[in-house]
C-alpha cells in the first residue's frame, strides 16, 4: 500500500480519470493521500502574442474548476495545476512531493510515440518512485 500517490491527468477522457482514481484508492494505505495533478504545457512565445491577454489567466480559472469538481467526485483527494513539460514535470512535481506511487493513464503506442515518446513512457523512464500505467 501507497501513502502519497500522485495521479496525474489529461482532461481527454473522464472515464480514463474515473479509472486511476479507482487504482489510486485501492492502492492507497489507511491515512494516505492522493493528489490528482494537471500539468498546462508551456505556449511557444510566438503563440502566445495572438492570444487574447486574459486567455492564460481564464484557462488557468477553468482548469483549476474542473480539477477541484474531480477531486471532489472521485476523492478524497487534493489536486494541483502546475505548468511545464508533462513528462518532466510530473517527475520534479512527484520527487518534491515526496510520492511513493504515480498512477498515469497511457493510450495505445502509435508511430508518433515510437518517434519522440509518451508522456507515460517518459515517467515509466525516469520515475523516483513505483509506477502503474493504466490503458
Known amino acids: 500500500m501507497y501513502s502519497n500517490i500522485i495521479v496525474p491527468i489529461s482532461f481527454e477522457d473522464e472515464a480514463k480519470i ?3 482514481m479507482r487504482v489510486a484508492h485501492l492502492l492507497q494505505a ?3 493521500k492522493i493528489t490528482l495533478m494537471h500539468v498546462i504545457e508551456e505556449i511557444p512565445a510566438y503563440v502566445i502574442n495572438y492570444l487574447p491577454q486574459d ?3 481564464a484557462s488557468r480559472s477553468a482548469i483549476e474548476a474542473d480539477l477541484t469538481r474531480l477531486a471532489t467526485a472521485h476523492g478524497p483527494a487534493t489536486h494541483a495545476l502546475v505548468e511545464g513539460h508533462s513528462g518532466r514535470t510530473i517527475l520534479e512535481f512527484a520527487k518534491k ?14 508511430m508518433q510515440d515510437l518517434l519522440m515518446g509518451s508522456t507515460a513512457a517518459h515517467v515509466v523512464r525516469h520515475s523516483p518512485c513505483a ?3 493504466l490503458r
Open 18 to 20: 474515473a479509472a486511476a
Open 30 to 32: 489507511k491515512g494516505g
Open 55 to 57: 486567455y492564460m489567466l
Open 97 to 110: 512531493a515526496g510520492a511513493d506511487l504515480i498512477v498515469i493513464g497511457s493510450h495505445r503506442p502509435g
Open 131 to 133: 509506477v502503474h500505467v
